[in-house]
């Protein structure tokens, strides 16, 4: 569904991406990754279309991203911006409503269906007690499932997820991506989705895409991506990889180089 060919970007004469090509299939999950400033945000607003690239194309269902007319690719394409939605004064059941954009007519009339969908996504992201309550008067985490709420309710075919999980505590992390995990397998979705927890994303994601110092440094499964000699190559941290007792997939713990808190309590005592 998605190709990159020889994308690349350069911004203020600084060059973000560097000629890079993979391919993403139809139905999977992926997970972009990399340290701060690798141009994970740049990635995904050229595969959405916001942004043309400087060389290459970016490609979706073979056509070129940017060229497809604006309520056609919101048929196609669904972006949870970083941050998720702003304080607006809509209420979450408005704001959620404005997912079926691409649907309607010039007066904003779409058919009966369309109150459905809202309804499904209120209640998947359990927005229905809030649906009420005026958008600027939630807290950070409330927007952002209300940002998923409204993107679901556009229904699109892929899915571009910029660190969904911001401000969301780890309750609501779970219940997120585990939303977006069934919706992807009940509708044949594809998602990427930029993350920065690699243990989320190694739970979540059939395959990982990591990018560092402009280009693609891996692209493949979890079980081949996370290894601790790649993550210290790309992050600069030391780290032990193990299974998890229950899924089996990879993940991560941290080796620090400051000494435990209890042994600096036993060193000072000595």
């Given amino acids: 569904m998605i190709e990159a060919k020889g994308l690349a970007m350069t911004i203020a004469g600084h060059s973000i991406?560097?000629?890079?090509?993979?391919?993403?299939?139809?139905?999977?999950?992926?997970?972009?990754?990399?340290?701060?400033?690798?141009?994970?945000?740049?990635?995904?607003?050229?595969?959405?279309?916001?942004?043309?690239?400087?060389?290459?194309?970016?490609?979706?269902?073979?056509?070129?991203?940017?060229?497809?007319?604006?309520?056609?690719?919101?048929?196609?394409?669904?972006?949870?911006?970083?941050?998720?939605?702003?304080?607006?004064?809509?209420?979450?059941?408005?704001?959620?409503?404005?997912?079926?954009?691409?649907?309607?007519?010039?007066?904003?009339e779409e058919a009966s269906e369309g109150g459905r969908v809202v309804e499904r996504a209120l209640r998947d992201m359990g927005l229905a007690e809030l649906q009420d309550r005026r958008v600027d008067g939630l807290s950070g985490g409330e927007r952002q499932r209300v940002a998923l709420a409204k993107v679901m309710a556009q229904e699109p075919e892929l899915l571009l997820l910029d660190e969904p999980t911001t401000y969301l505590d780890i309750g609501y992390q779970v219940q997120l991506l585990d939303t977006v995990k069934r919706w992807q397998a009940e509708r044949q979705l594809t998602v990427v989705a930029v993350l920065h927890d690699l243990n989320l994303a190694a739970h979540y994601c059939d395959e990982l895409l990591v990018l560092h110092g402009g280009g693609i440094e891996a692209f493949g499964p979890p079980s081949k991506v996370v290894q601790p000699d790649l993550i210290e190559r790309v992050f600069g941290a030391r780290t032990v990889v193990l299974p998890h007792p229950e899924t089996g997939v990879p993940q991560l713990l941290l080796l620090p180089e400051v000494p435990p808190a209890e042994e600096r309590r036993e060193e000072a005592s000595s």
């Avoid at 991203?65 to 309520?71: G, M, N, P, Q």
């Avoid at 607006?88 to 007066?107: D, H, I, K």
Wanted: charged letters at 20%.
């Fill in 17 to 108: 991406l560097n000629e890079m090509s993979f391919a993403m299939r139809k139905g999977a999950m992926y997970g972009i990754i990399g340290p701060n400033g690798a141009g994970k945000s740049t990635l995904l607003r050229l595969l959405s279309g916001m942004e043309r690239p400087t060389a290459g194309q970016a490609l979706l269902e073979g056509k070129p991203a940017s060229a497809y007319k604006r309520k056609e690719l919101a048929k196609r394409v669904a972006v949870l911006q970083q941050g998720g939605l702003p304080a607006v004064s809509f209420t979450v059941r408005e704001a959620v409503t404005m997912g079926r954009f691409p649907y309607q007519n010039w007066l904003g």
